[in-house]
């Protein structure tokens, strides 16, 4: 086979010099944004070709962050469901307890580079806020982390630890005040302070080339899980499953086996009270292509075209849209894309905690309510690899609430 | 874009500057929300627009997430598509102007989702024929020309470019290539309406932006006074106020979003104040 068949036949060559997956992605923003864009988009190209980069982000994940993570079999709850073999890909114990660390170092230290000295971030559950405030903090910058007031209310210890790193939170009162809001303010700062400002997204979405960065990024998820599954069954998994909010984490797990036939990769949205009621978040099963924060992707809209407020449980997948890279994987059929509901997500949240001494978070939550569906129909020698992006301490309110008991 | 492969536009954005030459004075582009606070209203202010001395029209098309505008816009936004504005409505209220009005430039401001959702041909077909002269579409900097403006021009409607004082020497060309109408000079770095404007470097810019187009310049954000509308609209073709005319629907509307009987008749007469401002400037 010649390279450029090769290349053809290959799902990993994306993005396109315009930042287009096909039909999705782009840069969809304001003229003010443009030049700052094309600015990262330069100095993410000459940081990519200098070893130098790489190794200052293989220190900081070695050492401060704590990869690799594990790949774990979880013996119990296979056992439990009966069928499939499970493994957890552990980046629930990464330093400040989700994968959003891999991409914000990342971020940051091309931020440095830039010569920037000040950095700005959305955050929806809290976990790539903590994670951007942790980082401000080892490297010293000022960091303001904008949330919807309504997270900022049903996260609030995520909030404090924020506050305790040292970065200023702005609760964001425009709009649904929720994820996509606080997104649109940090937009408004980031034109606002063009000079000094990095703005670091916390998933594959925004204008280009921020998906196809963050994917870099969170990629060291999928490659260490080769090389760990090689080691651990001589041999690759035969499907992937992952949550899916903007969709980094998945994009994580998913892009390095994108072009093993073998592997069946599936990924998880969350479906709310069900995706008939229309309250949910699944913007693939639920939503149509739109064009919203920079990029076209699937979108939950209504007729005229304007977004609707989505409905999750887990703060972390109640975004409208999902990554372009991912919305042009479903139109290719290469990656499954399910839903699991709130219920699916407690159930799902219990058991792990009870059978494998881990308490996950509510967004991984839902990708182990789909696997707990699937797992006891298939064969014991079907190997799964879940990804288990984060831990749970932070939900920990939150469903005690939703089970009736008061701490 | 090649002119030679661009529709014939209506005309009235061209013989509107020229008419302002003649008159020896910069313009007065006035922007409000369609639909804020509820249709009538708003309709009745357009209509009244010409006559309070507004010389372009621009109607915003609201949207749900308008990521470059502030507060003041977007509170004005939400409370239109609370009280049921689309897409759809923003064109007949732009028919019913053109019906009563030939000769004032109407231009649709907004974000791109509702026109994508709406289909890019259809939408373009529609404004033509409700009497539409130009589009500003936040969201598609000259990177996307091929998903709006490229057809726009191909229709004969004026796709108007935005210009930032970040748009350096290097890409105004990129930005110029397909501008058609008028520029759009965003004199401040930020979201609208929450800095002020000065016009000294405005004019810096505006000599700067002349140097690469023929278009006329019109400058936006951050103006307030009948004082600095006159002063703009000396230093450019014209001066754009928004966020200021959209905070005196905001005055005016109750708890509930709901226009009062004066609510018209109050925004018309601080447009006059801004036209009276305007009509002092000299070019
Ligand atoms: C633990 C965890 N998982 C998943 C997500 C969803 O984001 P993504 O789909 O980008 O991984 C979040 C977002 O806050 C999160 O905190």
Wanted: net charge negative.
């Amino acid at each position: 086979m010649s390279d450029a068949t090769a290349k053809a036949n290959s799902y990993r060559t994306g993005p396109d010099e315009g930042g287009h997956f096909g039909l999705y992605g782009g840069r969809f923003v304001a003229e003010t944004l443009m030049p700052l864009i094309l600015d990262v988009e330069t100095a993410y190209e000459a940081a990519k070709a200098d070893p130098g980069y790489q190794a200052d982000i293989d220190y900081y994940a070695k050492h401060y962050v704590g990869r690799p993570s594990p790949l774990y079999y979880a013996k119990r709850i296979t056992e439990h469901l009966g069928g499939a073999k499970i493994y957890f890909k552990r980046d629930e114990l990464n330093h400040t307890g989700s994968h959003k660390i891999n991409n914000v170092m990342g971020q940051i230290l091309l931020a440095r580079r830039m010569g920037k000295t000040r950095i700005i971030a959305e955050t929806g559950a809290g976990q790539h806020g903590v994670a951007t405030a942790t980082a401000c903090a080892l490297f010293d910058m000022p960091c303001k982390v904008y949330m919807g007031s309504v997270d900022v209310e049903r996260q609030s210890p995520n909030v404090f630890r924020m506050k305790l790193l040292g970065a200023e939170v702005e609760a964001v009162e425009s709009g649904s005040k929720t994820l996509k809001d606080a997104l649109n303010e940090a937009l408004r700062d980031w034109v606002a302070n063009v000079e000094d400002t990095f703005y670091i997204i916390g998933t594959v979405a925004g204008p280009h080339p921020y998906p196809a960065m963050v994917r870099d990024f969170q990629s060291v998820i999928g490659n260490e899980t080769k090389q760990q599954m090689l080691e651990a069954e001589g041999r690759l998994p035969d499907q992937l499953v992952a949550c899916i909010g903007g969709g980094s984490n998945a994009m994580g797990l998913f892009h390095p086996f994108l072009d093993d036939e073998s592997v069946t990769i599936t990924g998880v949205e969350a479906a709310g009270h069900g995706i008939e009621t229309g309250e949910h978040a699944a913007s693939l099963t639920g939503g149509r292509p739109g064009v919203l924060h920079g990029n076209r992707m699937y979108l939950i809209q209504d007729d005229d075209g304007q977004v609707v407020e989505p409905y999750s449980i887990s703060a972390g997948l109640d975004y409208p849209g999902i990554g372009p890279e991912h919305s042009w994987l479903k139109d290719t059929g290469r990656v499954d894309y399910v839903s699991a509901t709130d219920k699916d997500a407690l159930e799902a949240f219990q058991l792990c905690s009870k059978l494998e001494g881990i308490i996950p978070a509510l967004e991984p939550s839902h990708a182990l309510g789909h696997v707990m569906k699937i797992a006891p129909d298939l064969p014991k020698d079907h190997i799964i690899c879940m990804n288990l992006c984060g831990r749970g301490d932070k939900d920990v309110a939150t469903v005690a609430g939703l089970l009736g008991v008061e701490l | 874009m090649p002119i030679a492969e661009r529709g014939a536009d209506s005309g009235r954005i061209s013989a509107r500057f020229e008419a302002l030459k003649v008159e020896g004075r910069g313009g007065l582009v006035t922007f409000i929300t369609a639909g804020d606070p509820d249709c009538d209203t708003s309709l009745e202010i357009i209509k009244g627009l010409p006559a309070a001395g507004a010389d372009i029209i621009e109607i915003g098309m609201p949207f749900t997430d308008p990521m470059a505008d502030g507060p003041a816009i977007q509170a004005s936004s939400l409370r239109a598509l609370t009280n049921g504005q689309t897409l759809a409505k923003t064109l007949k209220m732009a028919k019913a102007f053109r019906e009563g009005d030939t000769e004032t430039p109407l231009v649709l401001m907004g974000y791109y989702n509702p026109i994508y959702s709406y289909g890019v041909d259809r939408f373009l077909n529609d404004a033509k024929e409700c009497g539409v002269d130009g589009l500003i579409v936040v969201d598609l900097p000259p990177e996307e020309d091929e998903e709006l403006c490229i057809p726009a021009l191909k229709a004969g409607v004026n796709f108007i470019r935005l210009a930032t004082p970040t748009t350096d020497d290097v890409r105004l060309p990129t930005v110029l290539a397909n501008a058609s109408g008028f520029v759009y000079y965003v004199s401040i770095l930020g979201i609208t309406g929450t800095r002020e404007i000065e016009a000294d470097p405005v004019a810096e810019a505006v000599a700067r932006i002349k140097r690469h187009t023929d278009l006329p310049i019109v400058v936006g954000f951050g103006i307030t006074s009948p004082d600095q509308a006159q002063s703009i609209a000396s230093a450019a073709d014209a001066a754009v106020i928004g966020s200021a005319i959209v905070r005196k629907v905001e005055d005016r509307v109750d708890d509930n979003g709901k226009a009062a009987p004066e609510t018209a008749a109050a925004v018309l007469e601080y447009v006059g104040e801004l036209a009276a401002g305007v009509r002092k400037s000299t070019r």
